[in-house]
């Protein structure tokens, strides 16, 4: 729900649209995720979180429909919330739900954030190189139209 508006909803074709209550009418659409978008939360300010498939989290402010900001993750974020205190908590395919905060004495320290992008990185080359051995595996091994028919 967004407070004082209507309801927020992702979709498998990559976007978020906030929708008006009662009449249901669509007030925006906000476009970003390269994946499925599998979970929204908003605040009553009007900040609006999404996960996605993108390993991705994008906030976006409800007034004028553009993305604030994209927090990257080591794998598939499947939910979203916030906490009272307006905090962001996001659960990823990593088996780990983190806790996001503007407030100073509730951040990470800074070897602790050093850690996670380090995590970022290792994951992203790891994924680079898998890449490249499946494109090398499938240029060895693959057989073209004329192997396959005999001609």
Request: aromatic share 6%; with cysteine; glycine share 8%.
């Amino acid at each position: 729900m967004l407070p004082g508006i209507g309801f927020i909803s992702g979709s498998h074709d990559l976007s978020l649209r906030v929708w008006s209550l009662p009449d249901g009418a669509v007030q925006s659409e906000l476009l970003g995720h390269t994946a499925i978008i599998y979970s929204v939360a908003a605040t009553p300010a009007g900040l609006i979180a999404s996960g996605s498939e993108d390993n991705t989290v994008r906030l976006w402010s409800a007034a004028t429909a553009s993305c604030l900001q994209v927090i990257e993750h080591p794998g598939c974020v499947w939910a979203v919330t916030f906490t009272p205190q307006g905090d962001l908590v996001s659960g990823c395919s990593d088996a780990v739900a983190r806790v996001w905060s503007t407030d100073p004495s509730r951040q990470a320290d800074a070897e602790a954030t050093a850690s996670y992008h380090k995590l970022l990185e290792d994951r992203k080359a790891a994924t680079a190189a898998a890449s490249t051995q499946e494109a090398a595996a499938a240029q060895t091994n693959g057989a073209t139209a004329m192997d396959v028919d005999g001609s």
